[in-house]
């Protein structure tokens, strides 16, 4: 094992330095939150969405590393005007792409973000009361991701509280 | 990947003031260093100190002075007591596996506190999985202070060796160090003591030959020396072993040619630090106190991680930025020329913050949130002044990205 030196690229600093659509949106649609502050690693997207299920506005906040908030910013910006289907195919492997790569270790962090996403389109159509077609009832991989970080997180609160 | 380092490095452009703070994990090293160094690369002493010819003998000069000046400083009886190593890492794996070694094994117990340098941790952990020895970690408090009864507890006739920091690297917890050896060596005469004195060395004043210490670790970088080089002081009478192969050196402990340029630097760096000391530890005492009390008065939301005052080393402040990730503050800083390091689970590549944070109560959150800086014999008070004028702004905005995500 060898600790990887992380030469992030100019697309992630500069979305770290000045990170596109961000803050809390106070009329959002819906707004998500996946990740736990245990893990230093947590995202909020707030998704602004219209009659026709068409992305309007979407912003985030990010408690995390610089590829953390960078990515979450690239995924708000991939989804603007997008429908929700088209939303949901975006995968953690895009956003690598788009913001010209990521050191591996990093990767968790776009996954964390499509995490985020899919569960706020999810909640938007529990709350609006059906599921369309394309809709996966299994939750999907980067779910799974993000919901295994924050049961980590709360294994890691419990040893911690039993220490104390 | 080059060349996005490149142009991170270009994004540091138009800084109004650079201030490197993170020497516990490497350091800048003084001209006047470099230039003691230098002769001993070109033009002298550059042969093998164990052989029979000038540049030889001028290479043993040189190291043999270099030991007798770093074990005045020390304390050590005799420079024969110096045993220069390539580092710290290497000086800490020779003292507890070069204990284990001589110990034919017989003896399994390792005594440690929870929270010594990885280091020391890990070689334990190896000394278990491939010696069968057995480590007790005993707890420490809030501030990072042993607890001398537990150690007392913790020490029997099976006890092999104890290591204890002198001070934590970490969160500056200055350590009864003295009054833990005594103990140790009377509940258990053949128990070996060391101490990992990285951070004790420079900073504090101790002579070895007078304390019951057996081993002790100290470091190059940590004093503004190069890097590349320590010394493990042994004991005479010390039981331990080398632990690698080669052919043999002037340095019974470790065998390969020594590096005598790096040995004349640290010898170098050792004189600059200890011709008046005191003054050296009142100037970071001062400058500590002015970036800690600065940064915990001017930003909101911190926690200081270790003890305050005369029981912390007087170049240590670490504190945690709540609400605030500390990998993101480490390059909001760098982007403003201010350079330090965090215990957070980013910046360590690993998935749990750093080991002692969690050991002295902090949640997890305020250890991924904490920032570790050390102040050196030259800091200036304007370096601090800048400090204080861009931290602020910096866990400001970090903190405007988190939002409402997080609610401390």
């Known amino acids: 094992m060898s600790r990887v030196p992380l030469p992030y690229n100019q697309k992630v600093l500069e979305l770290f330095r000045n990170p596109k659509n961000l803050g809390r949106m106070e009329d959002a649609t819906v707004s998500a939150v996946a990740g736990n502050p245990m893990c230093g690693d947590m995202i909020t997207f707030y998704l602004k969405i219209d009659d026709e299920e068409v992305i309007r506005k979407a912003s985030f906040e990010s408690y995390g590393c610089a590829a953390n908030i960078a990515t979450s910013s690239i995924l708000t910006e991939m989804i603007k005007n997008k429908t929700l289907k088209q939303a949901w195919n975006v995968s953690w492997k895009k956003i690598v792409e788009e913001i010209g790569g990521l050191p ?3 990767f968790h962090c776009g996954i964390l973000a499509v995490g985020a996403l899919r569960r706020a389109i999810r909640k938007y159509y529990e709350e609006k009361g059906y599921t369309p077609k394309w809709l996966p009832k299994e939750l999907t991989f980067e779910e799974k991701q993000a919901l295994e970080e924050e049961e980590l997180a709360e294994r890691l609160a419990k040893r911690m509280d039993g220490q104390q | 990947m080059i060349e996005n380092v490149e142009e991170l490095i270009k994004a540091h452009e138009k800084l109004e003031r650079e201030v490197y703070l993170d020497i516990e994990n490497s350091s800048p090293v003084p001209e006047e260093v470099v230039e003691a160094m230098l002769p001993y690369f070109t033009t002298r002493g550059y042969g093998n100190p164990a052989l029979t010819h000038k540049p030889g003998w001028e290479a043993y000069e040189a190291i043999m002075k270099a030991a007798q000046k770093i074990a005045k400083y020390a304390g050590a009886k005799t420079p024969e007591e110096i045993a220069f190593t390539p580092g710290e890492t290497e000086a800490n794996n020779l003292a507890l596996i070069g204990a284990a070694l001589a110990s034919k094994a017989k003896r399994k117990k390792i005594v440690v506190s929870e929270i010594e340098p990885v280091t020391i941790l890990h070689v334990a952990k190896m000394l278990e999985e491939k010696f069968g020895c057995k480590t007790v970690k005993i707890p420490v408090d809030a501030e990072g202070f042993i607890n001398l009864e537990n150690l007392e507890e913790a020490v029997d006739k099976e006890t092999l060796i ?24 009377t509940r258990n005469p053949n128990t070996v003591f060391h101490t990992d004195f990285s951070d004790a060395y420079g900073k504090m004043k101790l002579d070895f030959s007078k ?9 190059s970088y940590k004093i503004l020396g190069p890097r590349g080089v320590g010394a493990l002081y042994v004991k005479q009478g010390t039981k331990i072993e080398k632990i690698i192969e080669g052919q043999i050196a002037t340095q019974k402990f470790w065998p390969g040619i020594e590096n ?5 630097g ?3 760096a050792s004189e600059l630090t200890f011709t008046d000391l005191d003054k050296n530890i009142g100037h970071m005492r001062r400058l500590r106190d002015k970036l800690m009390n600065g940064l915990l008065s001017r930003v909101s939301d911190t926690l200081l991680n270790g003890p305050s005052g005369d029981k912390r080393a007087p170049d240590n402040v670490n504190i945690s930025f ?5 990998e993101a503050l480490t390059i ?10 965090s215990g957070s689970a980013c910046t360590r590549r690993l998935l749990q913050p750093s080991h002692v944070l969690t050991a002295i109560g902090r949640r997890f959150e305020a250890a991924h949130g904490s920032i570790l800086m050390k102040v050196t014999r030259l800091h200036t008070e304007e370096d601090i002044a800048y400090v204080l004028k861009v931290f602020p702004e910096a866990v400001q905005r970090i903190r405007k990205i988190v939002g409402s995500t997080v609610v401390s």
């Open chain 2, 266 to 268: 640290f010898a170098k």
């Open chain 2, 211 to 219: 304390t019951d210490i057996d081993l002790a670790t100290i470091s």
């Open chain 2, 260 to 264: 005598t340029p790096l040995i004349v």
């Open chain 1, 104 to 106: 591996s270790i990093k």
């Open chain 2, 162 to 185: 104890v290591s204890i920091a002198a001070v934590n690297p970490e969160i500056g917890t200055i350590q009864p160090i003295k009054e833990a050896a005594e103990i140790v060596k």
């Open chain 2, 322 to 326: 709540l609400r605030c990730e500390g």
């Open chain 2, 332 to 341: 909001e800083l760098s982007l403003k020329g201010v350079y330090v390091s």
